[in-house]
């Protein structure tokens, strides 16, 4: 029995040698990868402000993603433990497995008032977590929404909602396109 298996290994291993040298771009096939210490020059390497105080980038071969800076703490509604990462391939992420993916684009802008307040009472009515745990939008307002338009290397955008109500409570939701309930996160500075 050893020697078949013996055997069978022999085999195997011959026959990866034999593709390797009939396919010497068999490494065409494999994913891309980012080189994390010297990213792409087209490459976001900096968050504008205020996004620079609750988020910051950080990079895997392959892709960026954007996570809870040091003085913020961001969390799932329903979990404490689990991690929320906002990857560059959001928008397609069948693409993620063999496609590298980076920031190309993140402008941050403040809505005004009436801009905070429309989109506070839609996604209240559309995303059925941030409107059960915040109320009705009469009995909580939001003091200031952050809207973060993303874009990748392969020209894919998302938006990512900042809804500002304190130190304590503000929301991200993640819309690519749509907004939902899974994409919503909680956000509080640690004190």
């Excluded at 988020?55 to 003085?71: G, K, T």
């Excluded at 433990?81 to 190309?104: G, K, N, S």
């Excluded at 307040?117 to 941030?130: C, D, I, M």
Aim: charged residues 20%; glycine residues 4%; contains cysteine.
């Amino acid at each position: 029995m050893k020697h078949f298996a013996a055997a069978g290994l022999a085999i195997i291993a011959a026959g990866m040698v034999a593709f390797a040298q009939a396919h010497p771009d068999a490494d065409a096939d494999a994913p891309e990868v980012i080189d994390c210490r010297r990213p792409p020059a087209d490459a976001v390497t900096e968050l504008p402000a205020p996004l620079n105080r609750w988020a910051r980038l950080e990079c895997q071969p392959s892709s960026q993603f954007l996570v809870q800076s040091a003085d913020w703490s961001w969390r799932y509604p329903a979990s404490f433990t689990t991690p929320v990462l906002i990857p560059a391939w959001t928008p397609d992420p069948a693409r993620a497995a063999v496609e590298a993916h980076y920031f190309v684009a993140a402008q941050l802008d403040r809505m005004t008032d009436q801009q905070a307040q429309a989109l506070h009472e839609r996604l209240a009515r559309e995303v059925a977590v941030y409107g059960a745990m915040t109320g009705t939008p009469e009995q909580s307002p939001v003091r200031e929404v952050y809207a973060l338009r993303a874009q990748n290397n392969h020209g894919e955008h998302f938006d990512v909602y900042f809804m500002y109500r304190s130190e304590q409570d503000v929301w991200g939701l993640v819309c690519a396109p749509q907004c939902k309930s899974e994409f919503s996160f909680l956000m509080s500075a640690r004190n």
